[in-house]
Nanobody
Framework: VRLVESGGGQVQPGDSLRLSCVASGLSSAYDMSWLRQAPGKGLEWVSAINWDGEYTYYRDSVKGRFTISRDNAKDTIYLQMNNLKIEDSGMYYC??????????????????????????RGQGTQVDVSS
């Protein structure tokens, strides 16, 4: 299994970026997530999408600004990031989700997903938002 992220870069607050993640080696369409890690901080979940793109989920701080989507014909997951903020800076990873049901149940209980929820992960693409 290989996940390859791209699309990161250095931008100013208020700018937009579109991240892509190309998956190969997966036997079928997986539920997927985007994660990020800021310098000196732990890995945090950003967004998730189910296998056919019908359902999407976001952490509160990115709701209304980020949009996750997928094109299964291209084996690609996207993260459109608008109105970027300095606190959005970090390394962004795409990852397979072990159990979307557990992830969603946790969100309903006010619990953000931790690393146990995720399986395969790419090498990441860097996003730097600064003025």
């Amino acid at each position: 299994v290989r996940l390859v992220e791209s699309g990161g870069g250095q931008v100013q607050p208020g700018d937009s970026l579109r991240l892509s993640c190309v998956a190969s080696g997966l036997s079928s369409a997986y539920d997927m997530s985007w994660l990020r890690q800021a310098p000196g901080k732990g890995l945090e979940w950003v967004s998730a999408i189910n296998w056919d793109g019908e359902y999407t989920y976001y952490r509160d701080s990115v709701k209304g600004r980020f949009t996750i989507s997928r094109d299964n014909a291209k084996d690609t997951i996207y993260l459109q990031m608008n109105n970027l903020k300095i606190e959005d800076s970090g390394m962004y990873y795409c990852a397979t989700v072990r159990s979307l049901g557990s992830l969603v149940a946790g969100l309903r209980d006010g619990k953000l997903p931790d690393t146990d929820n995720f399986g395969y992960r790419g090498q990441g693409t860097q996003v730097d938002v600064s003025s």
